[in-house]
């Protein structure tokens, strides 16, 4: 047996930042960030726990001052201040420095900061808000994580939970610089890794009961719909549930049911053909069992006497190598990929201080990322350092509004403890009623989610196959289904960007802009990747006017909604209104996005051959678009994309490195929101070569065929290109058109919006009109949106 697998560690700090006393010792492991021990025995501990495993980071410059009644430590970020003595509120405390208010700024021991939040171990059964752990960072600049009862990992890979009896402290003090304090936490607690590009896609999950027949013949037909996924979850039912009372309850179990599976193998084999990876949902506590297929080979790894159940026991080490290696690796072979670690049992073990949950995440996943794959595990978030085994099972949600209105705060706040992958069930497990408007808004949010998981509870009226809807609104779910993967190029690289440069994919829209009270106070926004910004809508459509909305705020500069091509001006608080078709995804001048180019892409995303690129003009802007192989000894290969707002120029390419991306490619370039353009030019190494130009309504997309990898292409759109102006008319006529109010009342608007007045003066009348407050808010947001370029 390879048991256990070992992750990277480097748990002993260089000693050269330690300052130890008889019972204490202070580790400066990074500017911002230090370890305070304190220990009545002076016995410190080394090992890598399930927060730390790099201790060992360059030595920051700090000062040591010392009085006789005090050692202090001063850095560019912080200065400690510490009676020697044990600690206490009085005598032990971190000010941060520059930036925040020396008042409230001023860390002591003991006294709590709720900061602005972590994540939860679960959403289990939940129906709205919940209290969530703290994160690392904080509008006082300072954060804590208590590491005292952690349990701890022996240099061969295995656990201990002799924790000596002692105080272990790590205590951030970035002040309102959340991305350096985010990276300090990923430098001591190890990085994200990478997610196989597959698990960016669509994944299909229902508790059902299904057939080998009928699940192919469900994928089959969502082939026919144009509607791609990637990945198959199959729940509890893939395995016999309804066993012999003698032997407890059927939801664990580990044989599959060959009344409804009678060939396993086959049936993953053809999943695989499709284009699909397959993970099986697995709830472990009750062990193994007299009945299981597997039970013979695991009493022989054992050495277990025959006939006795096999209990579950993840403080027991050779127990965790058979069950990796013989219970699963069994049914790896079959054809498996990764697994949906379910129920466990609760937070305790026969250990005390050992977390089942901790256990099975952290060696599960690292069982997983084995032969130089990248590895993928689906589970519970159990604590800090669980950024390390992606991907997060956020539970079982109600179906209601108030549950989705929650999610989009929490996916983004879960970015403060580094807990970047949370896949949620979209659209709700259980109770709840139908809501055909409810369902296509949470499915909308998912496109914009880190993981896209369909998911239905065991209830044959709850479905989310987009044609069990009306018309109206399995159009909306097939597209953005199809738009969730046309992403996929965009979504690896912000997943290579988050493991090189500790920043998740969703982030609170604060990381960005820390000193805005506004970047504050939208929780339905976030930012998605570094380009884009998105307000997800979490309430009902209005009835009269068929359109919902939410609150925003755009920064700063000139955006466009990259699904409507609205143009907006920013540094302001708005309301944005969207009917069914459509979110709030706005980018800002010089944004990049990479798309699959194909219009219904294939379940597997593979690096595509076609590439649509939007690009918004008005200021330049660069990203490199990164590809892999699919292998961790790979190096990733990074296409430049650049553009330059002044010769109003684009440049592709040429790409670093080929491995595992298409020899030529077909580029289509798309500029959202650009003002009228004729004759745009393209050139592959400086030589002319044919495009098309295809000029529609609101923007515009040069198309090159056959581009070597290799070369340079170069799109010219001619100098300062501009962004068009939002045609009001047009949009308040449709916005009027819709609504559901009386017809003379749409004339006397349209009137005053085709006056020639300012936009405020038309506003100004329309108010005197006494029109009803949601569609006064809606024309308002047409009116002064901008898209008007200045001067």
Same mark, same amino acid.
């Given at each position: 047996m390879t048991f256990p697998r070992?992750?990277?560690?480097?748990?002993?700090?260089?000693?050269?930042?330690?300052?130890?006393?008889?019972?204490?010792?202070?580790?400066?492991?990074?500017?911002?960030?230090?370890?305070?021990?304190?220990?009545?025995?002076?016995?410190?501990?080394?090992?890598?726990?399930?927060?730390?495993?790099?201790?060992?980071?360059?030595?920051?410059?700090?000062?040591?001052?010392?009085?006789?009644?005090?050692?202090?430590?001063?850095?560019?970020r912080l200065r400690l201040t510490y009676d020697r003595g044990p600690f206490t509120t009085s005598g032990l405390s971190v000010a941060v420095l520059g930036g925040v208010s020396s008042y409230h700024s001023i860390w002591r021991f003991g006294q709590d900061e709720a900061g602005l939040g972590g994540t939860a171990r679960t959403l289990d059964d939940t129906n709205g808000p919940i209290p969530l752990e703290p994160g690392v960072v904080s509008r006082n600049g300072f954060a804590v994580i208590d590491d005292s009862g952690s349990f701890l990992f022996e240099d061969d890979g295995w656990v201990s939970a002799d924790n000596v009896p002692r105080t272990d402290l790590y205590v951030f003090a970035y002040g309102h610089d959340y991305a350096e304090a985010l990276k300090a936490f990923y430098a001591v607690s190890g990085p994200?890794?990478?997610?196989?590009?597959?698990?960016?896609?669509?994944?299909?999950?229902?508790?059902?009961?299904y057939t080998s027949e009928t699940y192919l013949e469900l994928m089959d037909r969502f082939r026919h719909e144009g509607i791609p996924f990637s990945v198959s979850v199959l729940d509890m039912d893939w395995h016999l549930v309804e066993i012999d009372p003698e032997h407890g309850s059927g939801w664990?179990?580990?044989s599959w049911n060959r009344e409804f599976f009678p060939d396993p193998e086959g049936f993953l084999s053809e999943l695989h053909q499709r284009g699909l990876r397959v993970t099986l949902n697995v709830h472990p506590a009750d062990g193994v069992r007299p009945f299981e297929d597997a039970y013979p080979a695991m009493v022989?790894?054992?050495?277990?006497?025959?006939?006795?159940?096999?209990?579950?026991?993840?403080?027991?080490?050779?127990?965790?190598?058979?069950?990796?290696?013989?219970?699963?690796?069994?049914?790896?072979?079959?054809?498996?990929?990764?697994?949906?670690?379910?129920?466990?049992?609760?937070?305790?073990?026969?250990?005390?201080?050992?977390?089942?949950l901790w256990m099975l995440n952290h060696f599960r996943y690292l069982d997983n990322a084995r032969d130089e794959q990248r590895g993928l595990t689906f589970s519970r978030y159990a604590g800090p350092g669980n950024h390390r085994y992606p991907v997060g099972f956020s539970g079982d949600t109600v179906i209601s509004w108030e549950a989705l209105a929650f999610q989009p705060y929490f996916t983004a706040t879960a970015a403060n403890i580094g807990y970047g992958w949370w896949s949620h069930d979209i659209g709700g497990h259980f109770f709840g009623a139908r809501d055909d408007e409810l369902a296509t808004r949470w499915l909308q949010f998912g496109a914009f989610s880190p993981i896209l998981r369909l998911h239905s509870g065991n209830n044959p009226f709850i479905t989310k196959e987009p044609w069990t809807f009306p018309r109206q609104f399995q159009d909306v779910m097939t597209s953005f289904l199809r738009l969730r993967h046309r992403l996929v190029p965009y979504l690896h690289t912000m997943n290579h960007r988050a493991a090189a440069d500790g920043l998740p994919l969703v982030l609170p829209m604060y990381y960005g802009f820390p000193k805005a009270r506004e970047a504050y106070q939208v929780p339905n926004?976030?930012?998605?990747?570094?380009?884009?910004?998105?307000?997800?809508?979490?309430?009902p459509a209005h009835r009269e006017l068929g359109l919902a909305k939410v609150k925003a705020w755009l920064p700063a500069g000139r955006w466009v909604d990259i699904l409507t091509d609205r143009v907006y001006d920013g540094d302001?608080?708005?309301?944005?209104?969207?009917?069914?078709?459509?979110? *709030?995804?706005?980018?800002?001048?010089?944004? &990049? $996005?990479?798309? %699959? #180019?194909?219009?219904?892409?294939?379940? =597997?995303?593979?690096? *595509?051959?076609?590439?649509?690129?939007?690009? &918004? $003009?008005?200021? %330049? #802007?660069?990203?490199?678009?990164?590809? =892999?192989?699919?292998?961790?000894?790979g190096t990733p290969v990074a296409t430049p994309i650049l553009y330059d707002q002044e010769s109003g120029s684009l440049v592709v390419g040429p790409a670093s490195g080929v491995a595992g991306v298409p020899a030529y490619r077909r580029w289509t370039l798309t500029f959202p929101g650009l003002n009228t353009r004729s004759g745009p030019t393209a050139f592959v190494n400086g030589d002319p070569v044919p495009a098309r130009v295809e000029q529609r309504e609101t923007r515009c997309s040069v198309t090159v065929d056959e581009v070597p990898v290799t070369a340079q292409l170069r799109v010219e759109l001619g100098p300062t290109p501009r962004l068009r102006g939002n045609d009001v008319a047009g949009l308040t006529f449709r916005l009027l058109d819709r609504a559901q109010i009386d017809y003379q009342l749409k004339a006397r608007v349209m009137e005053v919006i085709g006056a020639g007045s300012s936009s405020g003066a038309r506003l100004l009348r329309l108010q005197a009109l006494d029109l009803d407050p949601e569609l006064l808010s809606a024309i308002g947001e047409i009116l002064l949106a901008g898209g008007e370029e200045p001067g």
């Open positions: 070992q992750m990277p560690a480097r748990p002993v700090a260089d000693p050269a930042a330690v300052i130890t006393g008889a019972r204490y010792r202070i580790t400066i492991l990074l500017d911002g960030l230090v370890r305070l021990e304190y220990s009545e025995h002076g016995v410190f501990e080394d090992r890598a726990s399930t927060f730390a495993v790099n201790r060992l980071q360059p030595v920051p410059d700090f000062r040591v001052l010392e009085t006789e009644t005090h050692l202090e430590v001063v850095t560019s994200v890794p990478v997610l196989p590009r597959y698990a960016l896609g669509n994944w299909w999950s229902r508790y059902f009961r664990t179990g580990y022989a790894a054992l050495d277990r006497k025959p006939g006795e159940p096999i209990a579950f026991d993840v403080t027991d080490r050779a127990f965790m190598g058979a069950y990796l290696e013989v219970l699963h690796g069994d049914l790896e072979k079959q054809g498996v990929d990764f697994w949906w670690l379910d129920w466990q049992s609760g937070p305790y073990s026969r250990i005390a201080g050992i977390d089942p926004q976030y930012q998605f990747g570094s380009q884009l910004l998105v307000a997800a809508i979490t309430d302001r608080e708005i309301y944005l209104h969207r009917d069914l078709t459509s979110i *709030p995804v706005l980018a800002t001048s010089g944004a &990049i $996005v990479p798309l %699959d #180019g194909a219009e219904v892409p294939q379940n =597997d995303p593979v690096n *595509p051959d076609h590439l649509e690129v939007l690009v &918004i $003009v008005g200021a %330049d #802007g660069d990203l490199d678009l990164v590809e =892999d192989d699919g292998q961790t000894s």
